[in-house]
């Protein structure tokens, strides 16, 4: 089992930064694929990022260029770095994992979720 705790949301004004981190407990993340997805008021949740166990990253087309997602492996963390934040990025953000070698995009594919974090981008 693998415990995943979301921090660092808040509120920031378009154009600003914002790095969410997902702490993990129970099992070394370093050998699960970790994703980032996210869910606004009325929408389907979404798919933003995901890492491989070998550091292979994946990002939604609406945040590439915008958005990484580092991995501290001694920390048992993976980070959300967003940089560039739009309004249409504010959503609540969740982390999640899967024991699973690929990078998948759809959220029933993840075993392992975090409560999630609000991110609020004002204009």
């Known amino acids: 089992q693998v415990q995943l705790v979301e921090s660092g949301g808040g509120l920031v004004q378009a154009g600003g930064f914002l790095r969410l981190s997902c702490a993990a407990s129970?099992?070394?993340?370093?050998?699960?694929?970790v994703a980032w997805f996210r869910q606004a008021p009325g929408k389907e949740r979404e798919f933003v990022a995901a890492?491989?166990?070998?550091?292979?990253?994946r990002y939604a087309d609406s945040v590439k260029g915008r958005f990484t997602i580092p991995r501290d492996n001694a920390k048992n963390s993976v980070y959300l770095e967003m940089n560039s934040l739009k309004p249409e990025d504010t959503a609540v953000y969740y982390c999640?994992?899967?024991?699973?070698?690929?990078?998948?995009?759809?959220?029933?594919?993840?075993?392992?979720w975090g409560q999630g974090t609000q991110v609020t981008v004002s204009s």
């Open positions: 999640a994992a899967v024991l699973s070698s690929g990078t998948s995009i759809n959220p029933a594919e993840y075993d392992y």
């Open positions: 129970g099992r070394t993340v370093s050998g699960y694929a």
């Open positions: 890492s491989s166990r070998t550091y292979i990253t």
